[in-house]
Nanobody, 123 residues
Framework: QVQLVESGGGLVQAGGSLRLSCAAS????????MGWFRQAAGKEREFVSA????????NYAESVKGRFTISRDGAKNTVYLQMNSLKPEDTAVYYC????????????????WGQGTQVTVSS
């Protein structure tokens, strides 16, 4: 069983940066690939980024490539999403999720989800 708690969201101006954190509980965190998804008001939840269990492989949506960076710290049971050059269209609730042996974009494959953290980017 893995429990996930996101933090780090907030209000930022366009062009600014935020770093999201996702703290995981449970001894099996190291076995899980971790992903970030986001859901804007009135829209479907969409894939943002994911990282494999070792941190050696990552995956990004085209819309965030070059601006966002995902990383993980096994010692702290935490996964991060560094978001730079933020745009108003990045405004959404951001969720972290965990999946065994999968770091792709299919949200149906992720087994565990956090409660989400709001990111608002003003123009």
């Amino acid at each position: 069983q893995v429990q996930l708690v996101e933090s780090g969201g907030g209000l930022v101006q366009a062009g600014g940066s935020l770093r999201l954190s996702c703290a995981a509980s449970g001894r099996t965190f190291i076995r899980y690939a971790m992903g970030w998804f986001r859901q804007a008001a009135g829209k479907e939840r969409e894939f943002v980024s994911a990282i494999n269990w070792s941190g050696g492989s990552t995956n990004y949506a085209e819309s965030v490539k070059g601006r966002f960076t995902i990383s993980r710290d096994g010692a702290k049971n935490t996964v991060y999403l560094q978001m730079n050059s933020l745009k108003p269209e990045d405004t959404a609730v951001y969720y972290c999720a965990g999946a065994l042996n999968y770091y792709g974009s299919n949200k149906e494959t992720y087994n565990y989800w956090g409660q989400g953290t709001q990111v608002t980017v003003s123009s």
